[in-house]
């Protein structure tokens, strides 16, 4: 009994503390055409060229080490390529957020407990620099 009731509960706060990246976008410019990931640089400042702002982007991962912020840079740098971006000005450097509640009822059982669950969040602007001439 404990097995079938809790084991869900279990699967899905560990799924949320090793975390899963996720980036989310809101575009505000005009999009282009994807460019490969791995060609998208990071910018802590605008880049001296001329760039366009494609949109503002926000990646997060669960987790609160190096890795984590490594893993929603990675999303984050998917999202900005898929909408033509080639370049990221991070802007909102790493921040943590965390918290939760879990409740459940089965097999003539109820369950309620808490859990923290920390993130890494990042946000910034997805650019497009145009080549030099």
Known sequence: MFMKTTLPILVFALALLTGCAT???LVTGEK???VPFDHVKLYQT???GK???IGIINGASGGHDQGS???AIHAMKRKAASVGANGIIIQGGPGQSG???VAGYGGGGFFAGGFLSERTQVSGQAIFVHPEK
């Open 99 to 101: 918290g939760g509640a």
């Open 32 to 34: 282009r055409i994807s």
């Open 23 to 25: 980036a989310t976008m």
């Open 69 to 71: 912020l490594d893993r």
């Open 46 to 48: 605008p880049p001296a």
């Open 51 to 53: 760039h366009d702002v």
